[in-house]
């Protein structure tokens, strides 16, 4: 998912700037252009409503998901040659991901039932961890 996606869904874009824009927010009703965009060197996707939306509100009013802030890395495309992340990094993600996992664990146990939305973040932390794999030096 690039930035040249998410741009192409919004309206009213405006180039402010080296990989910066302005456009009209669409998780509010907006007039005035209020949502600054940021496209970062590595791709990354800063977004800002100066209404107060969220991240995550924004690109949902787009039909898209957080991960359409982040470069394309599990896609199989786009995949850059140099891995940009420490391995230091990548363990303390796998460990905040473990933790998600065992705190929904130890839920689960004490309701003796997992629900949905629980299974489908462990589904979420398992995709993650996954992910780290390819992060990794060949
Ligand atoms: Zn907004």
Redo the contacts with the bound molecule.
Sequence with gaps: MGADNLLGRLAGVKSIGHGKYKAR????E?RSP??SVRVLDDGRILLH?????GAA??VESLGLTLDALFPDKEQGHARPTRRPYAAADLLHFVDRESLVVLVLACDAIAKQRLAEADLARVMTARARISSVIACLPA
């Design positions: 927010c669409p998780a509010h907006d209020s949502l409503c100066f209404a107060g939306c509100d924004v």
